[in-house]
């Protein structure tokens, strides 16, 4: 296992190894921040979002919660949206789930984990939505098709923000992406169109 002063060294070595690459990346990047993309993930330690992206420090505006939910009374998914939204002026938000997420197979499972079951309650609802459909898939295959639904229902809570209303309204071009990580493999696939505007 890696002691808290290996990070530190990991640490330097890595910044070592940027600079020596690039000299000014830490100066210029220290100036300010204009990415493209705002990443709504899972907090799972198995799913970096900039390391599956391959993207650098700067590129990525990142927020992440258990299940990647984007709950329309959460303060902090929304502050994060406007900030990335109205102030970056991001073009794509990604809501990006994976398979066998523990946050969503504890939304339907009969175990209680106290108060994260008040946040899971969100998934279990999109598994009463689809149960009928659900029930038919022994548990595994059950928990993955619920990952995928329920980046699917994210995408579409995103879409009915005001912050994201009011990008359109003005014709700020904001394009929502549903994705899904495989942490059998590492491959992110897409699992419903893009949206950019209202339906
Ligand atoms: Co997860």
Not at 89 to 106: D, F, L, P, Q, T
Request: hydrophobic share 40%; with cysteine; glycine share 6%.
């Amino acid at each position: 296992m890696k002691t808290l002063p290996d990070l530190i060294e990991n640490n330097r070595q890595w910044a070592a190894g940027i600079t020596a690459e690039n000299p000014q990346f830490f100066e210029t990047l220290a100036k300010g921040q204009s990415p493209k993309y705002l990443w709504i993930g899972c907090a799972d330690s198995r799913v970096p979002a900039n390391q599956i992206t391959g993207l650098q420090p700067g590129e990525l505006f990142v927020h992440r919660n258990i299940a990647n939910q984007v709950v329309h009374s959460d303060l902090n998914m929304l502050s994060v949206l406007q900030y990335a939204v109205d102030a970056l002026k991001v073009e794509h938000v990604i809501v990006c789930g994976h398979y066998n997420c523990g946050g969503v197979r504890a939304s339907i499972s009969p175990a209680k984990n106290g108060l994260v079951d008040n946040w899971l309650r969100h998934i279990e609802d999109i598994a009463e939505v689809h149960w009928d459909n659900l029930q038919a898939l022994d548990e595994d295959a059950r928990v993955d098709r619920l990952c995928e639904l329920n980046v699917v229902q994210q995408a579409k809570n995103l879409s009915r923000t005001t912050v994201i209303e009011d990008a359109w309204d003005r014709g700020q071009s904001v394009e929502i992406h549903s994705w899904i990580y495989g942490l059998k493999d590492g491959h992110l696939n897409t699992v419903a169109e893009p949206i950019s505007g209202p339906k």
